[in-house]
Structure formats: C-alpha cells, structure tokens
C-alpha cells in the first residue's frame, strides 16, 4: 500500500540481420540472444509476398534483438539443427513439406519447448500430420476474394494485439477453416462476418489465436497473404508479437477461454462507482488508467461468491495497485482493504506486498511469478478464481497464488471486486474485466 516515485528502465538490444539461406544458416560469433528460423517450403500453392514476408520477419529480428534465419530446405529439420532455435515459422508452407523423420524432429523440438508461428497458409499444411494440425490449431477450407473486413480483437493484453483497437480493419485474403479453434486455443481476434462476403463459419471466425500445446507455445495468424500486409506497421507489430510469445521473451496467458461476460468492456462504466480519492480515466482506446487516491473503483452492481475474474493490466513503472475481492459494500475504500483481499500489483515490495500476494496474508510463489511477468510497459493477464473460502491467482496462464480464508471476521463467499487507485506517484491501467460464475466448489 506504499507510495513510491516513478522509475523507468530502458534497455537497449542488438541483432545481427542475416541474408536469406537456401539452406540451415551458420551461428556468428557472439550471438547469445533468441534465434528464429522462417521456414517457407510449399509443395502446393506458393504465395508471391513470401519474399516480402521474409524481409520483415529479418527486419523485425534485427530491431527485437532475435536473429532470423530463412530456408525453404527441409532438411534443417533434424534434432541438432532445431536445437539452436527459439522458435520456428511457417511462412505459408503449402501441402506436404516434411518427411516422416522430419516430422519426428519437429514433434520432439516442440515438446522440449520449443515455438511454433504459422502465418496465413501455414493453415494449408500437412493435413495428414495430425500433430501438426493440433499445433496450428485448424486447417484451411477456403476463401472467398481479397477485400477489406472488421477483425476484432478479442485479447489486448496478448503481445501480438496489445497495439490494436477493439476492431482492426484491413485487407486481405480471409481464410475460412475446417473446424474452430475456440475451445482447443486461446482466440486473439475473430473476423465480423457481416463486413465482408464469404465468410462460412457461422459467425464465430476465429483468425488468430495462441495455445500451448504438447510442451511448446503456437501463434498463429491467418493475415499475410497479399505482399502489403508486410509492409503494415500494425501487421508487422503483430507478427512481432506473435514471435516474442514463441520465443518466450514475452508472456501471455493462451489458455482457452469460453463463457466469460464483460464488466468493463472499454466502452462504459455502467455498474461501477468510486470510493475515495482520486479517480480512473477512461480512454478513447478503452484503458482505465488510474489517477491520485488512495481510492477504489468497485464494482456495485453485483456480488459475487464463486468465480473466475480476468483482466488484463500494465503498470508504467515501479507502480502501486492492486485487485480487491471479497468486500462488502461500502463507498469507504478501508471498508475494502479491511474486510475484504488484495491481490497486489506492485513487483518491488517485500514478498507479501507484492505482485501476485494476497497482501499482507499470502506471498506468490516468487520463482513463478518472476517468469511469468511482464515488465513495466508491457501487458498483464491476472484469473482471480474464488470458490468457497479458497483464492487463487494465475499470471499470465501460470497459478502463482493458492491462499485459503480461515479469518471469521472475513469470507470470500460473498462480496465485491474493485480495482486500486493508489496514489499520486502510481499510474497503473486496467482493461477487459470480465467475469465467469462457477460451482461453488471445484478445480
């Protein structure tokens, strides 16, 4: 609950920018960051923006510190040579691209960890390998003409979409899949099929999503079929995104995620009313960032007593605030902190007044929660799970917090959740509450 000034850190990264190889490329001397291999073999339709999209992805390397090598040569699919990288790209590979050894190295360099990102016809691909259709998450069907369409953008929190809109309009080919993804992957954005012609998949058009899967992370984009796609900055972000969740150099929480409803949408604070000083201000791109205190924000219009509670948050620097559950009403923000729990957000405090505790009760498990941290600058996702008396929080997709009530005086079986205006040195935002009901006990 300290109030502390601001502290901002920079830091500054270098990589090497590698001219396309037509085969596994050779490490220089001194490399030590994250490396990317871009794979771009097509047995079937070969789009002609490949050539564009290697460039970016070698542009995008050079300014994120990841060094980028390209090959269309299958045989850099072997134990040893995936060993050296972070994460692999499907660049719209068509048809069947890899033998059935290759194959067996790639399955074990994903369960060992490694990263997987399928861009637009990685989709087209080896539909025999059932564990590679798994690790892209659907397969292509079809797709009508290119022309302009809504995306919306259902996580803002995730490195490859943090930078867009609730909606994101651009041009391209808009594939159509043969299953959904939904409840395999973690959906980022979806197409509004009533902005375009031609879309099959009855209104719920997943276009890009995230998963973890047998061991490894997967992103994948169904964007990048036209040659401008590549030059988009918003596209090219995207893409960068997508590879710093792969490469593990940025954390997301890619767990499926069905049945939630909005508290905050980003469009209105219908519901919700503030208790003490200072205040939230609500931006035009649908951020609440906090302003003065110490003060609440709370939720009025309901209770709740057994309940998955998302949202997503970023802090600007070394920044104060945190989640509150479990209270009774009240326009008092002590009534709050008395009678109710913290979930803290704050990385720089003593270990029970820090990110991920119950404040003041329950440290996180620290070696978890440091891995699973963005740093200042970058987006959160907190699930505060609340069943019986029991409170747990996952980071970014990782449970770091199992804390259990056994203070008469407090019960978190009914109460209200509220987000923590610190101080006039903290400035912490917030966006996308949503909540789920569950059974009052259970996993």
């Not at 399955?107 to 637009?120: K, N, P, S, W």
């Not at 957000?345 to 929660?369: C, H, M, N, W």
Request: glycine share 12%; aromatic share 10%.
């Amino acid at each position: 609950m300290r109030t502390v000034g601001r502290v901002t850190t920079a830091a500054a990264t270098a990589a090497l920018l590698l001219g396309c190889a037509t085969g596994p490329a050779t490490s220089q001397p001194g490399d030590d960051g994250k490396r990317v291999l871009v794979f771009s073999k097509t047995a079937g339709f070969r789009h002609d923006s490949i050539p564009d999209g290697v460039a970016a992805l070698k542009q995008l390397g050079a300014g994120g510190g990841f060094t980028v090598d390209a090959t269309e040569d299958a045989g850099a699919f072997t134990p040893g040579n995936l060993r050296r990288y972070d994460a692999v790209v499907f660049l719209s590979t068509t048809g069947d691209v890899l033998n059935p050894a290759q194959q067996r190295a790639f399955e074990d360099y994903v369960h060992r960890g490694g990263g997987y990102v399928g861009i637009h016809a990685a989709a087209d691909t080896e539909y025999d390998w059932a564990f590679y259709g798994g690790l892209a998450g659907a397969y292509f069907q079809s797709h009508p003409a290119i022309q302009p369409a809504t995306v919306n953008v259902e996580d803002r929190a995730h490195p490859a979409t943090a930078h867009l809109g609730p909606t994101w309009e651009r041009t391209d080919e808009w594939y159509n899949y043969r299953s959904d993804p939904r409840e395999r992957a973690h959906v980022l954005a979806s197409l509004d099929e009533s902005s375009y012609s031609g879309g099959t998949m009855n209104g719920d058009h997943p276009i890009a999503w995230c998963q973890e899967y047998q061991g490894g992370r997967a992103f994948y984009t169904g964007g990048g079929h036209t040659k401008e796609s590549y030059a988009d900055p918003a596209f090219r972000q995207h893409l960068l995104g997508g590879i710093r969740y792969a490469i593990g150099a940025a954390q997301a929480d890619c767990r499926p995620e069905n049945g939630y409803r909005p508290l905050f949408d980003g469009t209105s604070l219908d519901g919700w009313r503030q208790a003490g000083p200072g205040s939230f201000t609500l931006s035009d791109d649908g951020t609440l960032t906090s302003s003065g205190g110490m003060g609440l924000l709370w939720y009025a219009d309901q209770s709740f007593g057994s309940y998955s509670l998302k949202l997503d948050w970023k802090t600007a620097g070394d920044d104060n605030s945190g989640v509150f559950v479990g209270f009774p009403p009240s326009d008092d923000p002590w009534s709050a902190v008395n009678n109710g729990y913290e979930v803290q957000i704050d990385a720089t405090d003593v270990p029970e007044k820090t990110t991920g505790s119950v404040y003041g009760f329950q440290s996180a498990d620290l070696k978890k929660r440091d891995l699973a941290l963005n740093p200042p600058g970058e987006w959160n996702t907190y699930e505060i799970r609340v069943q019986g008396e029991r409170l747990r929080v996952w980071l970014n997709g990782v449970q770091i917090n199992d804390f259990t009530n056994t203070d008469p005086a407090r019960s978190l079986t009914d109460g209200h959740i509220g987000i923590q205006n610190h101080g006039a040195d903290d400035e912490v935002s917030f966006r996308d509450i949503r909540i789920k009901e569950l059974p009052a006990q259970g996993d």
